[in-house]
């Protein structure tokens, strides 16, 4: 990516020097990198991100190792990894604690870093993990970003018990679609919603209870009288200003909003007398600690999570992945294959 701008700025370059492992690194022979809605605003530029271009999008990484630092002892040449995205300083009060997405310096690959759209990448030793030999790459690499976010969000952040109402907004999203598994699989009614009865049925088939389509009825309204004019004890909204106000007024009294992100925009209004009165909470959540990111890897590589590829492409047509991301018609993650 040697510019800001639409997916056209996307090029294919063949003779980028490879990377070198510094001494706690692995170099990993990248062989499928999942995208993320991240790439594509990272594309376009983000204000306070001041990036050295060329940049290297790609925060999803399945590979091979294929060099080993001098000061790593745990990992060998031909090992089959997946990459924690996440990068933490290890020195920082936050760090302290394994609050690694807290970090005052945490950086996320393929965003503050080189990343994955590559046939090779840099990464600290310690944010590898080992997968099946039998694992699929694709399936691999379309786990980690959105798995990590999910579980955070909904176990550590939301602490979502069995029996709870779940609202999952915008069901065909790759957080969407890990959410969706991982508040089922905690025992939750597992609430989703779309413009498209396609993808409802396809979020019905990995674990949502009920359906909402958005196109043939206001859906805050719709959950209201789904559960019997109580409300959701949960909603995940990663949409934003284009459905804040609707998924307050979806929540049950002491209900719980938990916000990974907001793809239509940030800037959202509240009516505070809801969130005193009727004790919501608003919880924010962004990435995950290492031990969220092994906890729910170790339930992906067990078949208990199970995440959905949409449709590869392979490296070349990184272009093409991004347009087919930015028109909002997958279900699952998009990823990119390197042969
Ligand atoms: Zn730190």
Known sequence: MPRYGGPEVLEYVSDHPQPVAGPDQVVVRVRASALNHLDLFI??????????????????????????????????????????????????????????????????????????????????ARNVARMPSDFPWETAAAAPLVYMTAWRLLISRARVRPGEDVLILGAGSGVSTAAIQIAKLAGCTVYATSSSDEKLAKAKGIGADVLVNYRTMPWSQAVWELTGR??????????????????????????????????????????????????????????????????????????????????????????????????????????????
């Open 43 to 124: 594309r376009e530029g983000i204000p306070t991100l001041k990036l050295q271009l060329p940049h290297i999008l790609g925060a999803d990484v399945a590979g091979q190792v294929a060099e080993v630092g001098s000061d790593v002892t745990d990992l060998e040449v031909g090992e089959r990894v997946v990459v924690n995205p996440g990068i933490a300083c290890g020195a920082c009060e936050y760090c302290a604690i394994g609050e690694d997405s807290l970090c005052v310096d945490y950086r996320i690959i393929g965003e503050h870093l080189p990343g994955g759209y590559a046939e090779y990448v840099a990464v600290p």
């Open 230 to 339: 109580r409300g959701v004890d949960v909603v995940l909204d990663h949409v934003g200003e284009a459905t804040f106000k609707d998924s307050v007024r979806a929540l049950r009294r002491g209900g719980r909003l938990v916000s990974p992100g907001a793809t239509t925009g940030p800037m959202v209004e509240l009516d505070m007398r809801l969130l005193f009165w009727r004790q919501i909470s608003i919880l924010g959540s962004t990435m995950a600690s290492r031990r969220e990111f092994e906890e729910v890897l170790k339930l992906v590589f067990m078949g208990r999570l199970k995440p959905v590829v949409d449709k590869s492409f392979p490296l070349r047509e990184a272009r093409l992945a991004h347009e087919y991301l930015g028109r909002g018609e997958q279900f699952g993650k998009v990823v990119l294959t390197v042969d």
